[in-house]
């Protein structure tokens, strides 16, 4: 079954805890990016790649890395998390950066820090 | 920088009814592609519906249409016969064709619709 796939669903941490969400897809997509969501908000863009060893900065990246070194993986990284980095995070992909195809977003990780 | 916005951050529709939800959006190009997602409580994110700028015919997708107004920058989404099943959250979205934001989506802030039985 074609699918995004994000790790863990939920998790609750403590300021400074370096944490990590992973984020898998198998369509053999080139674009893969990060959003957050926040009430009022709608999704932000934080990364992007568009390919592998490819990423660059959405609208939102401070806080946040990412890396790319296979195709399929794209992880979050929060170095030093903070409670502004209480959200709602999607991965999503797409087969590529243009077009009108549509983008293939994972189950969301909801992420509480203390 | 391109910009959505919806302007309803609740609406409500009876069971079988139609209902319309707003979204204006802000651009300097003249290609790019728009988008209506649905999330349900189940946090998922489900593609309705998606409409090419340069296309004038609007989309349709069985109870789903849209109203797309170019020059006013309007992408409306209707859904006709609504289902408890339609209750969520919708977000217009929109994509650009070319330029240094290609790929990114830019998501409107969403609008809850409630279907009452």
């Known amino acids: 079954e074609a699918q995004v796939t994000q790790n863990p669903r939920y998790l609750i941490t403590v300021t400074g805890k370096k944490l990590t969400v992973t984020c898998s897809q198998n369509m053999n997509h080139e674009y893969m990016s990060w959003y957050r969501q926040d009430p009022g908000l709608g999704l932000r863009q934080i990364y992007y790649s568009m390919n592998v060893e490819v990423t660059d900065k959405g609208d939102v990246p401070e806080g946040y890395k990412v890396s790319r070194k296979e195709k399929r993986n794209f992880p979050l990284i929060l170095e030093s998390p903070s409670p502004n980095q209480t959200s709602l995070y999607f991965c999503?992909?797409?087969?590529?950066?243009?077009?009108?195809?549509?983008?293939?977003f994972g189950d969301g990780t909801r992420l509480s820090i203390l | 920088a391109q910009t959505v916005t919806q302007s309803q951050p609740e609406m409500s529709v009876q069971e079988a009814e139609t209902v319309t939800l707003s979204c204006t959006y802000d651009?300097?190009?003249?290609?790019?592609?728009l988008f209506w997602y649905k999330q349900p409580p189940s946090r998922q994110m489900i593609l309705v519906i998606r409409?090419?700028?340069?296309?004038?015919q609007n989309a349709t997708e069985n109870r789903f249409s849209v109203n797309f107004q170019k020059a006013a920058k309007s992408f409306s989404l209707k859904i006709s016969d609504s289902q408890l099943g339609d209750a969520a959250m919708y977000f217009c979205a929109y994509r650009a064709y070319s330029g240094t934001s290609y790929g990114k989506l830019t998501f409107g802030q969403g609008t809850i619709l409630t279907v009452h039985p």
């Open positions: 651009t300097s190009e003249s290609d790019y592609y």
């Open positions: 999503a992909s797409s087969l590529s950066w243009g077009g009108n195809q549509p983008q293939h």
């Open positions: 409409q090419e700028a340069y296309k004038q």
